[in-house]
């Protein structure tokens, strides 16, 4: 009984994420749909349109009408059980992450109480099978992945973009400059520049261009792209940016001096990666390479001596 109710928690966690990836619905509601007949005509109501909002509600499909309300009132329900600071760390990771616009704060939330309920029904299953203290010891360990298991994956995602931007940083800032001294300004640099490269740098570039074509201001922008990075480097460009507009200092000539900084700077961590690889082989050296050898080497002697012994 207890194996059938784990089973039957994780085949509903399963669907339930399922569900989740699916765009979500807007509700209707009374005014929504008064106002959504008003801008049609009244011939398209009479000829078989829904005339009132219960026979719309009707037409919809089983999934939006069950499933959708369901998955809202899970998602309220997890965001009340989890404490806040957790919900804004993952909501942070999920933007350094590049997942900002579509993982919201109510998803993160009902994933890891799906991650948790999946990893917990594991846990049951491998304590089920196994029993005693190693069965107990894999269920908790089981049940520790399933809640962790999204901060894990997020921290992964966000340390592998952050990277990337911090390879593009130095030949886009290059760019900015080469195009600000060229003659161009510098908003229509930086447009220039993510136009005519790829990556996730480029994607925040033009986030941020499209913020200030929005009405935010060159500042605010710049603050909410290094938010959303979060790499000390692209911080460290924005303040120098920030404070050379304030004191009026010349762009190019700051942009010439960041350049050469972040040129030396990827130098310095190439270096430090490769002043760090010997160290990074000693465990493989040991665990992998010197074993067999020492087999090869000594085995044949060894049987010799065993056998034969030290006179043989």
Known sequence: MILVAACLLIAAAVGVIGWS?????????????????????PGAIV??????????????????????????????????????????????????AGKGSTWKRSRLVLYKAIGLTVG????????????????WLMAACFAALGYFGLDMM??????????AILTDLAD?????????????????????SASSTDGPLTDELKRMMNDIRLGSS????????????????????????SAAEKTG????????????EQRERRRQRAEERAMKMPVMLVFPLCTCI?????????GPAVIQVVTQGFGG
């Open 218 to 241: 060159r500042a605010n922008a710049f603050e909410a792209l290094a938010e959303r990075a979060q790499v000390d480097d692209l911080s460290n460009f924005v303040r120098s940016i």
């Open 154 to 163: 997020l921290n992964g995602q966000a340390k592998a973009r952050q990277s």
């Open 120 to 135: 917990v029904g594991f846990g049951i299953l491998i304590l089920q099978a196994m029993g005693g203290g190693m069965g």
């Open 21 to 41: 990836m699916v765009p979500s619905v807007p509700v209707l509601t009374e005014d929504a749909f008064e106002e959504k007949t008003k801008r049609k005509s």
């Open 249 to 260: 200092v010349s762009i190019s000539k700051v942009l010439e001096v960041q350049a050469d």
């Open 47 to 96: 000829n078989g349109g829904p005339t009132n909002l219960h026979e719309a509600m009707l037409a919809r499909s089983a999934s939006e009408r069950v499933v959708s309300p369901m998955i809202t009132r899970l998602q309220s329900l997890a965001s009340r059980m989890t404490p806040e600071g957790r919900i804004d760390a993952l909501h942070r990771k999920a933007v350094s």
């Open 290 to 298: 010197l074993p067999p050898l020492f087999i090869v080497l000594l």
């Open 172 to 192: 886009i800032i290059d760019q900015i400059s080469i195009s600000v001294q060229a003659g161009l300004g510098f908003e229509a640099a930086i447009a220039r």
